[in-house]
């Protein structure tokens, strides 16, 4: 081949390489225009500001229809760095507006610069008064976003409402969380983040059109393409409010809880974990300050004590023995043993109080008899209709479950605690299968190993009340735009204990408030109170303080449990508290301002918390 024609092969090779390189050019800009959504969102978003617009969340109301949890109005200031000017802002001038750090401000303007086109927020709950100031000014690039902010009027419930904050990195990967962004703001406790998604509402947009400086011109196509928020729904709890505060005003300067349900239904009148905090100090508690002297207060005001802690029951767990002792037949009202200053057995004693003696079921349930417990709780494990103790014991640990111990009741707390009651196979391993029911003896005044959360035991006592069965605790009543709540929560929950056996136990209860026993000061004329104290062993301090009631002892208004850490004996303190909590709601007034009085001003000394 020529040279001339070698020359023209390659003219016409590199002619064609530049068509097909032009060719591929021309296809993809064709795609990009045409087909290619890509750009065409980041032309709009030069353009378009999308806005966000929040939903109010839903309120919270107490049973009487007070307000728990409002709204307030407030704002989230946000920058968008491609559209600040570049001779700069007033940086005093806005310093001054807001309120801020110049170290806050610096730190948003450097994360805002990562990502130039997307907004990104400088600070928040910004009032309306700092909001109607800085729109006076001009501060191009910047803007504020309307939302609303949790309120809570009583400052009251704070472990059982719960609070609301900014939703962290570890939520934004849960699948509960799936459809939250950045700068969300979600229950993080209580009820407000059990009923989250009922609370919440639905967010919308506003799309705003800007001029080529980034100036905002108004709405893009009048708001075709806008949708407004849809609020969330409001929630009736069945909480009493006038109670919860002044259940939470004797509680004060303790540590302990305390649990009223209605027997009939199961609604949770009050709940109280002491020491608490005020909901509205935790308003968005991820700037940090309020969150951390909370969280490393070494008496955990953010403990829900009510649901969670395992307290050894006391005394009140007595009440567990006789009635499965009666159910098993191991036992009889009338049967009678002596108690001369507690149970002995081997080296060892059960020390008790001086009391009368011997004493049949009614009287030991009245006067808190250890000994005669001891007996009923060691026939039990004993019983000749299994083949050893541990097949017994297997027995009396399924009572004690369907009782509602060792398990979850299934409220609509999702923190709750199932407490411990310890299994079988637990002693065989710590005792190498050498045991038997002295060994565990403890069990049965309600010590040894034993762990109960408050809720737990205000429900045994509605179903103490409600002589044999129960509805599953809960704190919400009605919910907006519901017919009803969850269908568990009419569901009656039978216990294994026939119904007869309540009546000799309800009786010595009845008889410790009213003859003479344990529980005389939580007597109120005319209202048939019924109660058992509980004095729990404590290795660290004086011993707990627990009490245990309701009433009437017919058709039963309240069931209550009340707890207080190193309170001492159970009349000592948690008595007293219980008794009034009962008075109040049964009559709507105090008659013994004096026990108030004497209530407040006891002081505890907790040296578990005070290292």
């Known amino acids: 081949m020529t040279d001339s024609r070698k020359g023209y092969v390659r003219m016409r090779t590199l002619q064609a390489v530049v068509l097909l390189i032009f060719g591929v050019i021309i296809l993809r800009l064709a795609y990009i225009q045409l087909i290619d959504p890509k750009y065409e969102k980041l032309a709009r978003g030069n353009a378009l500001r999308h806005v966000v617009q929040y939903p109010p969340r839903g309120e919270i109301f107490d049973r009487n229809g007070e307000y728990l949890a409002q709204n307030r109005v407030c704002y989230d200031l946000m920058v968008i760095y491609r559209e600040l000017p570049r001779e700069g802002f007033d940086t005093l001038q806005m310093l001054d507006l807001l309120g801020i750090s110049r170290t ?131 929630i009736v709890t069945t909480i009493d409010a006038r109670l919860q505060a002044f259940t939470e005003e004797l509680m004060r300067g303790k540590v302990g809880a305390a649990v009223a349900i209605e027997p009939s239904t199961g609604e949770i009148l009050m709940m109280v974990s002491s020491p608490t905090f005020d909901p509205d100090e935790m308003v968005g508690r991820h700037r940090g300050n309020n969150y951390m002297k909370m969280l490393y207060n070494k008496r955990q005001p953010m403990f829900n004590r009510a649901v969670k802690a395992k307290y050894p029951p006391g005394s009140t767990f007595k009440l567990v023995q006789g009635l499965i002792g009666l159910q098993e037949g191991v ?25 009368a003696s011997p004493l049949d ?3 030991a349930v009245a006067n808190s008899c250890n000994a005669y417990f001891c007996y009923v709780l060691r026939n039990i494990l004993e019983n000749r209709r299994y083949e050893d103790v541990e097949h017994g014991f297997d027995m ?51 010590q040894g190993e034993l762990g109960c959360t408050p809720l737990q035991m205000a429900n045994f006592a509605a179903i103490l009340a409600n002589r044999g069965y129960y509805y599953i605790p809960h704190i919400v009543k009605r919910i907006e735009g519901r017919d009803s709540i969850d269908r568990r929560f009419y569901e009656k929950q039978y216990t294994m204990i026939d119904p007869k056996h309540f009546e000799p136990i309800v009786e010595g209860m009845w008889r410790g408030v009213n003859v003479g026993g344990t529980s005389t000061v939580a007597r109120l004329d005319g209202w048939d109170v019924c109660g058992k104290t509980g004095t729990a062993q404590n290795p660290q301090g004086r011993d707990h303080s627990t009490f245990l009631s309701f009433a009437p002892k017919d058709n039963p208004r309240i069931a209550i449990s009340v707890y207080v850490e190193n309170g001492g004996f159970g009349a000592t303190i948690a008595l007293p508290i219980a008794s009034l909590v009962e008075e109040y709601y049964l009559t709507d007034t105090i008659t013994r301002p004096w026990l108030v009085d004497r209530v407040k001003n006891m002081q505890i000394y907790y040296p578990s918390y005070a290292k």
């Open 331 to 355: 036992l009889t009202p009338a049967d009678r043993y002596s108690c001369n200053g507690g149970f002995r057995y081997g080296h060892r004693m059960m020390k008790c109080h001086a009391h």
């Open 361 to 363: 079921l009614r009287g």
């Open 104 to 234: 806050k401000l610096e730190r948003a303007l450097r994360n805002a610069r990562m990502s130039p086109r997307i907004p990104y927020m400088v600070t928040n709950f910004i009032s309306s008064e700092v909001k109607l100031r800085f729109d006076e000014n001009d501060f191009p690039g910047f803007y504020t976003v309307y939302r609303t902010i949790r309120s809570y009027p009583r400052k009251i419930g704070g472990n059982l409402l719960g609070d609301v904050g900014e939703i962290n990195e570890r939520q934004l990967k849960m699948k509960r969380y799936a459809d939250y962004r950045s700068g969300d703001y979600v229950g993080q406790s209580g009820v407000e983040k059990a009923y989250e998604e009922e609370l919440r509402g639905k967010k919308g947009v506003k799309i705003m059109e800007k001029d080529t400086h980034g100036v905002v011109k108004g709405s893009y196509m009048d708001g075709m393409f806008d949708s407004l928020p849809e609020p969330g729904n409001y």
């Open 396 to 446: 009396w640990k399924t009572y004690v479950n369907s009782l509602g111990f060792g398990r979850k009741l299934e409220s609509d707390f999702l923190d709750e605690g199932a407490g411990y009651v310890p299994s079988s196979e637990y002693y065989d391993r710590v005792y190498h299968g050498l045991w038997n029911a002295l060994t565990v003896i403890s069990l049965s005044i309600g």
